[in-house]
């Protein structure tokens, strides 16, 4: 798989790092270089120089909403099963929120970031399994090489937790994440048909009104040499599916047939991975998207994800009905709880699907 190789003068300092947010960086300094710690070496031309959001290529799966509540769902399902198989990323439209919250998230999330740094600092977070954590690069404490980003994640649900500021900011994500949610699980419903199961299987081996859900707003600061650095690095996600929208400003990449695809979105529509937790349940048969983000050196690009996975106590495993070892199609990934699945994965580097290849059988 195409990547990215740390730079010897990226791992030159020693001792821990001396990090700040992104934002204060690019403001504060009049930054007209990367530092020698956010330096990548690239694998090609893939960084945007502008603000602009070209067409995403044809091809890419996209998925009507309301026809998977209609007399057309079967042909829904089928959309949905040859994006998970082909793609393992497709979009979703006519979901049926409404623009107004979905603008209100964004210019939230703008609001946040805006927040005076001593602000945002009360919500830094320690562990991996703090509610609200918020914070620059993915894990500093263990990366060589930072990333051009700043985020704040907060556990959602099966509790709901927000930060208390800017106004009004909890009251319109926790109306989003609860619509996001009912989104969710309709196509997830149309996933497991579309894997051969009762329409409710996944729904049930994810105990999904327990289900783990984390909203992550992303900042991304115009970067003075975007082909030296990266947003997020080629990762896979540890849950089972992941709603994003983003303001307009393209970034997301995803791996498909070796080639890096850089993905937009129309207005009010939303772009969706599939998980680690997917191509376990699955045996396999959908494997997880892996995707990067990259920067450019105009525009900020906020992008705003809401994950769901298995509740925390799941022990996850490939749904028994997709197991049959008598004909050669035994199970491919050891049994796991999701909650030490996603420790494992948060507490380490991001490094393609490495996390999930530790429990491949």
Not at 9 to 34: R, Y
Not at 53 to 75: D, W
Not at 206 to 216: N, S, T
């Amino acid at each position: 798989m195409a990547g990215r190789r740390v730079t010897a003068s990226s791992v030159a300092h020693q001792g821990p790092p001396q990090v700040v947010s992104m934002k204060k960086l690019t403001e504060s300094s009049g930054l007209t270089f990367v530092p020698p710690t956010h330096i990548f070496t690239t694998d090609g031309s893939v960084s945007t120089t502008d603000g602009s959001v070209p067409e995403s290529p044809s091809g890419i799966p996209v998925i009507n909403f309301s026809s998977l509540t209609s007399s057309q769902r079967s042909v829904e399902v089928e959309k949905l099963a040859q994006a998970c198989r082909d793609w393992g990323f497709f979009l979703v439209v006519n979901h049926g929120i409404e623009e107004n919250i979905v603008d209100g998230m964004l210019d939230g999330v703008r609001q946040f970031f805006n927040l005076a740094e001593e602000e945002k600092q009360q919500f830094e977070g320690k562990h991996v399994l703090d509610p609200i954590r918020c914070g620059t690069s993915f894990n500093v404490s263990v990366e060589k090489c930072f990333f051009w980003r700043d985020y704040l994640k907060v556990f959602v649900h099966p509790h709901f937790h927000f930060p208390h500021i800017p106004s009004g900011f909890s009251d319109i994500s926790q109306q989003y994440c609860n619509r996001v949610r009912e989104v969710a699980r309709v196509v997830l419903t149309g996933i497991s048909e579309s894997l051969g199961l009762e329409p409710n299987c996944l729904e049930e081996a994810l105990d999904y009104d327990a289900a783990f859900q984390i909203f992550i707003a992303n900042l991304y600061p115009p970067c003075p040499q975007p082909e030296l650095a990266l947003g997020m690095p080629p990762h896979s996600d540890h849950g089972c599916l992941t709603f994003l929208i983003q303001n307009g400003i393209q970034g997301l990449q995803v791996l498909h047939n070796g080639n890096w695809v850089t993905v937009s979105a129309p207005q009010n529509a939303f772009l969706v991975n599939t998980g680690d937790q997917l191509e376990i349940m699955s045996n396999g048969r959908y494997k997880s998207n892996v995707h990067r983000v990259v920067v450019n050196s105009k525009a900020t690009r906020i992008s705003i994800a809401v994950a769901h996975g298995p509740s925390l106590e799941t022990v996850v495993q490939p749904a028994a009905e997709l197991v049959d070892a008598e004909n050669g199609n035994p199970a491919g990934y050891k049994p796991m709880q999701y909650k030490e699945y996603l420790q494992l994965q948060q507490s380490n580097q991001l490094d393609g699907k490495s996390c999930l290849d530790r429990i491949r059988v």
